[in-house]
């Protein structure tokens, strides 16, 4: 089944709680529902992205803090999707280019991927943490009706750069939230709507310090949304962000060799 996986990038489960007013409404109408999720350590970014795309801890993968400038050692969602003969496409944080497509990031080279050879086939890549989440989205879509990819990564930044700028208890911080819900709300009725299965995460989360990176609750306790007819829905799971890449995989119908959390999964998918 074609897969979307949106990474709203340094949302807390604090806010995510009581923020995404459209994803909670989904899931209150029975398409989709909402779990709390821990992430792993350190609740750094890079990190983790590594640690939800391949499923491996960052202490296993080597990925232990945001200047660790190579290329991935693990095999990807997007690895395994592209050895299945699929097609993958990423509107992302250039970090994510960095870890599955080219290091270093060039952004006359990469900010645009057309490259059918690489693990990340198609690409908007940005590095302005500031980039707007509405451009975000549009370059998605617009990657979506281009190559109709099989999984689509959508990651945006503006949550986190909110937090880094005003704190977690900041109506910047919770308002930048708000906002992306409602581009969810303006993009994903129609993805739904033809058959895509869709996850809504974060990395990590935010403290009042305006940081992030240790083991407060408010920095690892992320909000994980998964929405359509691949998924049981069933209550009071444990999902674990390492399940993250194995239950992606497993929706693309990919062979693989990751964790995953067959809770989540519908019976015909289990």
Known sequence: MKTILVVLD???????QHAMGYLHAECAQGNGHYYRLTCELPSLSRPLYECIL????????????????????????????????????AAAYHWVSELY??????????RHTDAPELPIQY?????????????????????????????????????????????LSSPQYRNRARIADGLLSLWM???????????????????DDRSHGGILPEETQVPLFVFGAAFSLQPDLLPQQTDLCGTLCELLGVPHDKPLCRGLLAEQRA
């Open 101 to 110: 497509d080219r290091m270093p990031f060039v952004a006359a080279r990469d």
């Open 54 to 89: 391949t499923g491996v801890t960052p202490v296993r993968s080597g990925i232990i803090h945001n200047g660790v400038n190579r290329l991935s050692r693990e095999r990807s969602v997007f690895h395994y999707a592209r050895a299945a003969g699929l097609t993958t496409a």
């Open 189 to 207: 009725p129609r993805w739904l709507a033809e058959g895509y299965q869709v996850i809504v995460t974060a990395d990590h989360g935010m403290n």
């Open 123 to 167: 690409g908007h890549f940005y590095s302005d943490d500031s980039y707007p989440d509405s451009h975000l989205f549009e370059d998605a879509e617009s990657l979506r009706l281009r190559h109709d990819p099989h999984f689509l990564l959508i990651h945006p930044m503006n949550i986190d750069d909110a937090g880094h700028k005003s704190g």
């Open 10 to 16: 340094g949302l807390s489960n604090q806010v995510a």
